[in-house]
């Protein structure tokens, strides 16, 4: 591409505006890791990393957080290989959520922790395999993945001789069970059990490191299904002109560029959203601070209402864009066949475990309490919704004995 040169007066490698200064210290309404309620098994902390930090390391060494990398987010894993997987997704978010949390001086290691967690309880082959998971075990409790998460990290993940799970810290374990705000109604299954043992403040608002990391799921999926929808095709930059909230930033590179590269395009358009809806969340969150002036990270949970936040009109215009991707690209065809065929696998696998458990492998049928119990049902449930997509499709082969097209 040719170069356009520099601007009068501009030096090549210059920084040019006002930059974002992250202040030098945390802020007083932060969540501080010498204050942490700590980890439900006693254990000496690392002499070189917070408590957070630690958490951190333990989920990405996770084989929880491995199988993200084989997992849908909205493309079968299979499709192509530049399409966002679980994992690239979770990494996106973290991404983030640690750089919002450094502008708004809050506990960055913890915020990137949540934003990686945030995802470790999800079937295969996305919310359809969820779905199915979800509708096959109705009459057991159902399915949901931020339960599943937190029985990963508090159960399943066989590391440590000395326990079963990740022994979190109670903030993280917070921040993953209602990063997307406080659990109301009536709790059962994983989280309503684990509350018993530990309490987790179901009924209040998470720490604001949290609440940052479940916006920034919001900004990197809306931003990266953009994307991928452009590369796979599913709709065209043309389309977006009039979307909500992207469309001017589509008539404006045009504007400027005329005619680009699709590469170019594609990053011109997702740099200029990402970068405004990142602007609109912490200025509105700084003008909630600034109104409420909470001394500490217990006014922030003792709150009525969420800290981090969209502005109204933002969070409005968030609304109708992933109203234009639910149209154009989640319920496109190509998209609804292969999640119409991923569903039937789940629920054919389900059925076929259910049924006869001796064809789990022997560590997980030796769980097993008789066919079509409760303890059976959760068995099964487990050890689909931790199956990549890939492994899911071995395992209908081997246990269907025919081949199923995605």
């Not at 969540?31 to 951190?56: H, K, V």
Request: hydrophobic share 40%.
């Amino acid at each position: 591409m040719e170069t356009r040169g520099h601007p009068p007066g501009r030096l090549p490698g210059r920084l040019i505006g006002p930059l974002f200064e992250p202040p030098a210290a945390k802020a007083p309404f932060a969540t501080m890791p010498l204050s942490s309620r700590g980890r439900y098994f006693e254990e000496a902390e690392s002499p070189t990393r917070t408590c957070y930090q630690r958490d951190r390391d333990r989920i990405i060494h996770a084989t929880a957080f491995r199988r993200l990398k084989h997992k849908t987010q909205v493309f079968v894993q299979h499709e192509g290989d530049y399409f966002r997987t679980r994992l690239t997704h979770s990494l996106e978010v973290a991404q983030i959520a640690r750089s919002v949390a450094r502008l708004l001086a809050l506990d960055e290691d913890l915020a990137e922790t949540v934003a990686l967690a945030h995802d470790l309880g999800h079937t295969p082959f996305g919310h359809a395999g969820e779905e199915a998971l979800h509708a096959a075990t109705r009459n057991f409790g159902g399915f949901d993945h931020n339960a599943h998460a937190l029985k990963l990290v508090t159960q399943i993940e066989h590391r440590y001789a000395d326990f079963d799970g990740l022994n979190l810290t109670w903030e993280t374990l917070e921040g993953l069970v209602k990063h997307n705000g406080p659990l109301t109604g009536t709790l059962t299954g994983p989280i309503a059990s684990f509350d018993q043992r530990w309490p987790l403040d179901l009924r209040t608002w998470p720490g604001l490191e949290a609440q940052i990391a479940a916006i920034a799921d919001d900004i990197a999926y809306v931003n990266h299904d953009i994307d991928d929808g452009l590369r796979a095709h599913l709709f065209a930059a043309e389309d977006l002109a009039d979307a909500p909230l992207v469309g001017p930033y589509v008539s404006e590179i045009v504007s400027r560029y005329g005619a680009l590269e699709f590469s170019r395009l594609v990053g011109e358009i997702v740099r200029r959203l990402m970068s405004t809806m990142i602007g609109d969340l912490v200025a509105e969150t700084r003008a909630r601070l600034a109104a409420t002036k909470p001394a500490s990270v217990v006014d922030i949970r003792r709150r009525k209402d969420a800290t981090a936040a969209f502005s109204p009109a933002m969070a409005d215009a968030v609304k109708a864009l992933k109203g234009f991707l639910l149209t154009r690209m989640y319920r496109h065809s190509r998209v609804m066949q292969s999640m119409k065929a991923a569903k039937g696998v789940v629920e054919e696998l389900f059925t076929a475990f259910a049924a006869n458990p001796a064809l789990l492998p022997p560590d997980w049928g030796a769980r097993c309490t008789g066919a079509a119990e409760a303890g059976t049902v959760s068995v099964v449930r487990d050890y689909i919704a931790g199956m990549t997509d890939r492994f899911a499709l071995q395992e209908y082969k081997r246990v269907l004995h025919r081949e199923i097209a995605l």
